[in-house]
């Protein structure tokens, strides 16, 4: 199985600050790798599919990059409703395989 | 409104069986696939089966192989996931998800259902 490995696996930030999450495959996955928002409580949400491609309605402070093994998570300007857990997933093999999630708190 | 809505969990001694279902509702489900992931407590997400949308093509992560079976009903809406021979480590919140990549594997998990917790203990 492809292992996924994220950093940092938590933070905290202030509003306003970019904030970066990196996530590394075990061997290459190419631009097979998605990004999750989950909250406490509720339903896991889609926010990047395929590296860099925002699902309908996520605001544009969320981006994505990277190929292969490597891959990074970037929200531009923290807002207080991105506390949550992130998880960057991959899919170029069965099964697909999480990360280990980033949890992201305000400083 | 595309919804999903898990039901069937609860409390059961290991070496048991529980059957959840997932409700699914404003989308073509029959030409959907789906998956089913969990997540235990204080864990991170785990994918646990997929299941295409005609039944041709399905998955199982190796921790549940030959204990959990994934089908579904296109005429109900429904998604199933039959758990046999739980054992402690399946303890979880059992999330349905559709599959919005529409390929031969699974892809990414769009949307989720709000999940079903499921407690293995004597």
């Known amino acids: 199985d492809i292992q996924m490995t994220q950093s940092p696996s938590s933070l905290s930030a202030s509003v306003g600050d970019r904030v970066t999450i990196t996530c590394q495959a075990s061997r290459g996955v190419r631009n097979y790798l998605n990004w999750y928002q989950h909250k406490p409580g509720k339903a896991p949400k889609l926010l990047i599919y395929?590296?860099?491609n925002l699902e309908t309605g996520v605001p544009s402070r969320f981006s994505g990059s990277g190929f292969g093994t490597d891959f990074t998570f970037t929200i531009s300007s923290l807002q207080p409703e991105d506390i949550a857990t992130y998880y960057c997933q991959q899919y170029d093999n069965v099964p697909p395989t999480f990360g280990g999630g980033t949890k992201v708190e305000i400083k | 409104e595309v919804q999903l809505v898990e039901s069937g969990g609860g409390l059961v001694q290991p070496g048991g069986s529980l059957r959840l279902s997932c409700a699914a509702s404003g989308f073509t489900f029959s030409s959907s696939s789906m998956n089913w992931v969990r997540q235990a407590p204080g864990k991170g997400l785990e994918w646990v089966s997929y299941i295409s949308s005609s039944t041709s093509t399905i998955h199982y992560a190796d921790s549940v192989k030959g204990r959990f079976t994934i089908s579904r009903d296109n005429a109900k809406n429904s998604l199933y996931l039959q758990m046999n021979s739980l054992r402690d480590d399946d303890t979880a919140v059992y999330y349905c998800?559709?599959?919005?990549?529409?390929?031969?594997?699974?892809?990414?998990?769009?949307?989720w259902g709000q999940g079903t917790l499921v407690t293995v203990s004597s």
């Open positions: 395929d590296v860099s």
């Open positions: 998800a559709r599959d919005d990549y529409y390929g031969p594997t699974p892809g990414w998990f769009d949307p």
